[in-house]
């Protein structure tokens, strides 16, 4: 249950009703937005509304059909903003993140680094630890992976993305990187959202293989529930029928997923298509129907990399990329 409070309600006034409520055992969050709005956890069916509207100051009472609260757009009406070292993500401006799908070497990801911040990206990407489905498959380098990432930052500035797979790391990926990626297949492994939920770091949680809309917003409240507001969503493609593509993107879960939380939403075109030459489409198309950013990967040489070459774009053609991604921002009032 959702509580609005008329917009000059006096805090006292917003006071007591929390004070009832907690009187009668339930655990309650404040709203961080203008107006004050107290979001009751717990089981709010013996509550009555209209016992609440009593209080003249109370503006209307909601009931959440939804099972997450923190991260509903009922309890938090304006978009949240993630800062993620000076970087906001969910504002006007649309954020790139670009690097390659692993860390393989320090002239590898630095010289992608450069090149992908030569083309206009925010952010950069590299997996140092990297979830694959065969065991004899390149693993990633690991903490060594890490440290290449950071003398990647220390040569162009960009903050660090990269995919956290256990919780043993976590005080070094703290220390080290600026956005936590959980992967795909993480999507659901509670008791690192919980770990990563006790931190105040900002966490891009991507979209579990075949995982519904709800819940993957259920997995970004694990984190959220925790304490740690600061949750990105990304919509990396759903596991379909269809198999010449990859995945299959999910545009039409953008929308969903910005219309029931106001968490930001960005999209992965590459793991979606798993071809290089369909990213540049699904990107134009993601920030079309409102992402609020993108993760690309890009190789500076696709041909001969230990990881996802197939869908990995060149320099270059990133940097195209973004040009035609910046008339598309400018067309629905966005920057880029
Ligand atoms: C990745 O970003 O490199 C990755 C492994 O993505 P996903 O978890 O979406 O498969
Ligand atoms: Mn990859």
């Known amino acids: 249950m959702i509580i609005v409070m008329k917009p000059n309600a006096p805090v006292e006034e917003r ?4 004070a009832g409520l ?5 655990k309650v969050d404040l709203g961080t937005g203008k107006q004050a709005i107290i979001g009751v956890v717990g089981d709010a069916s013996i509550l009555n509304p209209h016992d609440i509207m009593v209080n003249d100051w109370v503006e209307k ?5 939804e ?10 009406p304006e978009d949240s903003i993630i800062d993620i070292d000076g970087v ?11 690097g390659p799908c692993s860390v393989e070497n320090r002239d590898q990801v630095v010289s992608v680094a450069k090149s992908v911040k030569m083309g206009g990206a925010h952010l950069m990407r590299g997996g140092a630890f990297k979830p694959r489905t065969s065991p004899y498959s390149f ?3 690991g903490l060594p992976g890490l440290d290449l990432l950071k003398e990647a930052k220390a040569e162009t500035g960009l903050p660090i993305v990269t995919e956290i797979m256990s919780t043993d790391v976590l005080d070094r990926f703290v220390e080290d990187v600026d956005l936590i990626q959980v992967g795909a297949r993480n999507m659901q492994n509670f008791h690192l959202l919980k770990e990563l939920g006790k931190t105040k770091k900002p966490i891009l949680l991507k979209r579990g293989l075949a995982a519904t809309v ?3 917003i259920m997995s970004a409240e694990y984190i959220m529930a925790e304490g740690n507001p600061n949750v990105i969503l990304c919509e990396r493609g759903v596991r379909t029928f269809e198999t010449y593509t990859r995945n299959t993107l999910d545009l039409s879960a953008v929308c969903a997923a910005k219309k029931l939380s106001h968490l930001p939403v960005i999209v992965d075109p590459s793991h979606a298509a798993g071809l290089w030459w369909m990213v540049p489409a699904l990107a134009k198309a993601a920030v079309a129907v409102g992402a609020d950013g993108l993760l690309i990967e890009v190789h500076n040489d696709p041909e001969k990399a230990l990881c996802d070459g197939a869908q990995s774009l060149k320099p270059e053609r990133f940097a195209e990329l973004m040009g035609e991604l910046k ?6 009032g966005r920057d880029l």
Do not use: D, S, T, Y
């Not at 099972?67 to 938090?76: E, G």
């Open 327 to 332: 008339g598309i921002a400018r067309i629905i």
């Open 67 to 76: 099972p997450f609260k923190r991260a509903n757009r009922a309890f938090h």
């Open 15 to 18: 006071n007591k009703i929390v």
């Open 139 to 141: 693993q990633g380098m």
């Open 88 to 98: 906001k993500i969910g504002g006007k401006q649309v954020q790139v993140i670009a």
């Open 61 to 65: 009472v909601l009931r959440v059909q």
């Open 214 to 216: 709800q819940e993957w």
């Open 22 to 26: 907690e009187e009668k055992g339930f």
